[in-house]
Each structure stands twice: as C-alpha cells, then as structure tokens.
C-alpha cells in the first residue's frame, strides 16, 4: 500500500507554532514514527504553502497511490480548487487536522473540501493521521481502495 500526507500552509511550522494548539514535535519527527509503525506501507510526504502546488501534487499522486491523506490548513476553509482537485482523481482522500476545527473560530467551521473526501478526522493532534492511515488500512481489507 503507498500513502501520501499532502500538508499545506504553516504546517511546515509545526513544532514552533503555537505549541499549546499543534504540540511540540516537527511533523517530519511523527512521520517517521508512522514510517515505523506501520512499516509494510510506503509514505511520501509533501508540504508546500502554495495552493496550486498542492493541487499539483493531488492530480499527480491522484492516479497513482492507494491513499492522499490531506490537511490543506487555512484552504480546508477557502479552496474550491483543491476541492475540485480531489473530484479529479481517483484516489480516495482522508481530510486530517490536528485540531478539532468544530471547536475553533466559526469561519472553520465549514470544509469546503470535505464534500470530495472519504472522511474527516479532526481534533486528535498529530494522532489524526495515524487515524487516517488506519482507516485506509481498513478501506484495503474491505476491497473499498
């Protein structure tokens, strides 16, 4: 099976902003104790701060992996490109914060890229994509991806 985290703006940062909502610890640290746990699936990993390089990246991974695990940060809220991007390809995609976006300020309250996921999971630090990652895990054993 091969997965690929997509993470978007600020994400980069994690570790240094804003510890006490995104915790302590670089995303490239917890990467590699995913790489570890679950060391039968092969992970890319793509970060980028620009909305049409992450849309990029969707069409170009799209097609080929079994899995995009998707925080698209502050455009969850705003982009009907990546939203579009999602519907163009056939790989499923699991929308993953690290916070609980319900519980913050209300103009995160709606996802527009939700719609074209296969499901959202939100409020479990870092642990979302872990989450994420066993949810695809599930979605293979079941013939669904």
Known sequence: ????????????????????????????????????RFSHIIFDYFQSNVEGEIINEIQKTGFSCDGIILNAGGYTHTSVAITDAIAAVKTPVIEVHITNISAREEFRHVSLI??????????????????AVEAFIEMNNSGKI
């Open 1 to 36: 099976m091969k997965i690929i985290i997509i993470n978007g703006p600020n994400l980069n940062l994690l570790g240094t902003r804003e510890p006490e909502k995104y915790g302590h610890s670089a995303f490239e640290d917890y990467l590699m104790l995913l790489k570890t």
């Open 114 to 131: 939700a719609r074209n996921c296969a499901g959202s999971i939100s409020g479990f630090g870092l642990d979302s994509y872990r989450l």
